[in-house]
């Protein structure tokens, strides 16, 4: 090898969990890309220096994750428009003088995932419900936004912080009192899950899947377990139902074409491959 190789990774604390090495790796693999995606485990008061270091060190960017994304969006140079929307970054682009872009791209991942696994689904279809107000839900309502919901309904077991994306994303969003959100879905395209009701962890829900459209979408942005509660009960009901580990693979596009050069596939052998134990 002549050349420094390519060198992307992904920051967090912790990080040991993240399958993104596992996702970028096949993609390396597959193009015959000489490059390496590594682990980086990065706390919270070390942000700053490693994102002024990782440059001088051949990185081209990272992505970051937990608890990290609000600071990365804050260090930037530049951001872009979504990830400013968004309030948080998950992939960092280096430039030459050492300074990074911000973007972040959990919107559009969870866009093409949904159009990828139902092709005539469409947000502009009809109102969204969507369950949890944390910062997984900021990414989705943008991307339901900016797909053309006439409507979001937002359903979170604390009023204030929903209240918060009311304030912040504008009239379409119509906050639901969680004991009150039985028959939210009634009418409803899509039903995208945030809270950690995808994990079995809330068994308080008040949601009423059975007053959702027969047409209606639903889906999880938890992939561990794949089928999470919330889809299994969707499914059993007859509704359509995606998983979120299509966000997950989606997201990590761009990224890897800016650092490697390629624009990759997201696929059935990229799903086998980050699900293979």
Known sequence: MTEAPPLAGVMGWPVGHSLSPRLHGHWLARYGIAGYYVPLTVRPEDVATALATLPRLGFRGVNVTIPHKEAALALAARATPTAE??????????????????????????????????????????????????????????????????????????????????????????????QEAGDAAAGTATIANTSALGMGEDKGSPIRLGAAPAAALVTDIVYTPLLTPFLVEARARGLRVVDGLGMLLHQAAPGFEQWFGRAPEVDEALRQAVLAP
């Open 85 to 178: 929307l968004i309030g948080a970054a998950n992939t960092l682009v280096f430039d030459d003088e050492g300074g990074f872009t911000a973007d972040n791209t959990d919107a559009s991942g969870f866009i093409r995932n949904l159009r990828q696994s139902a092709p005539d689904w469409r947000a502009a279809d009809g109102p969204a419900l969507v369950l949890g107000a944390g910062g997984a839900s900021r990414a989705v309502i943008a991307a339901l936004l900016g797909d053309g919901a006439p409507e979001i309904r937002l359903a979170n077991r604390t009023r204030s912080r929903a209240d918060s994306l009311r304030d912040h994303f504008g009239e379409r969003i119509v906050v639901i009192d969680w």
